[in-house]
């Protein structure tokens, strides 16, 4: 049974998608790269359950397969 909430849980989501879209501009791709891998790390923190993370980082994982 999965635990990783998957329907939509954040208020205001158009908001929170235009704050991190502008928070990147202006940054070399590097230093989005380097951003993203530091929020990824504060929110990790956050959920802090590593069954959650794990279940996270397979899902993610599996998104990011290229068609079969």
Known sequence: MTRLAT?????????????????HEGLSPEASAALNARLILILANQ????????EALQDAARDSLPPA
């Open 47 to 54: 959920i802090g359950d590593r069954g959650i993370l794990n």
């Open 7 to 23: 329907e939509l849980t954040i208020a205001d989501p158009e908001g929170f998608y235009a704050e991190l879209v502008a928070v």
